[in-house]
T-cell receptor
Framework: KNEVEQSPQNLTAQEGEFITINCSYS?????LHWLQQHPGGGIVSLFM???GKKKHGRLIATINIQEKHSSLHITASHPRDSAVYIC??????????FGTGTRLTIIP | DGGITQSPKYLFRKEGQNVTLSCEQN?????MYWYRQDPGQGLRLIYY???????QKGDIAEGYSVSREKKESFPLTVTSAQKNPTAFYLC???????????FGPGTRLLVL
């Protein structure tokens, strides 16, 4: 069964802390996506990756194909980073399978 | 500005009523998608369309219908057969297979 699991479900941290959110999947994939959902509900795509590592500002996404695992890191976290972060994967087709999300709260 | 628009932001449905959610994109994308989001669950695919005049059922298509008469438009109708329609509905589109999906702002549907 094609599954995507994220951890932790909820994460609260102090401003400035280094944040790591994890995503594991069950079988081989063609691509993995990290998405950010703000309190109003809108979703923004942060990264799409199939190997290695990508960086955009304070956000870093890595993927280990052999271990079927990806991490999203946030350096120097800020209250405006508070959101739900969602991992989604393409299991060899164009449809996305989504994790249930990680709710991140950064306290000033 | 290029993007995806969804309307309305909030929609109320009476028992036995069909309602239609609008999704429009000006990104010139071929593929469009409808997802449903419930609390504590990941997004689930309702329908998707890879090209005009063609669409496929997703994982939870029962009680929903779509049309794709124009490239930029992919409306979703929630029919009276959908017994639990209260949810947040998100529309998305994608250009090439190598690109990520772009999401609209969503429509929250509530049953009166």
């Amino acid at each position: 069964k094609n599954e995507v699991e994220q951890s932790p479900q909820n994460l609260t941290a102090q401003e400035g802390e280094f944040i790591t959110i994890n995503c594991s999947y069950s079988v081989g994939i063609s691509a993995l996506h990290w998405l950010q959902q703000h309190p109003g509900g809108g979703i923004v795509s942060l990264f799409m990756l199939s190997s290695g590592k990508k960086k955009h500002g304070r956000l870093i996404a890595t993927i280990n194909i052999q271990e079927k695992h990806s991490s999203l890191h946030i350096t120097a976290s800020h209250p405006r980073d508070s959101a739900v972060y969602i991992c989604a994967v393409n299991f060899g087709n164009e449809k996305l399978t989504f994790g249930t999300g990680t709710r991140l709260t950064i306290i000033p | 500005d290029g993007g995806i628009t969804q309307s309305p932001k909030y929609l109320f449905r009476k028992e036995g009523q069909n309602v239609t959610l609008s999704c429009e994109q000006n990104l010139n994308h071929d593929a469009m998608y409808w997802y449903r989001q419930d609390p504590g669950q990941g997004l689930r695919l309702i329908y998707y369309s890879q090209i005009v005049n063609d669409f496929q059922k997703g994982d939870i298509a029962e009680g929903y219908s779509v049309s794709r008469e124009k490239k930029e438009s992919f409306p979703l109708t929630v029919t009276s057969a959908q017994k639990n329609p209260t949810a947040f509905y998100l529309c998305a589109s994608r250009g090439t297979v190598q690109e990520t999906q772009y999401f609209g702002p969503g429509t929250r549907l509530l049953v009166l």
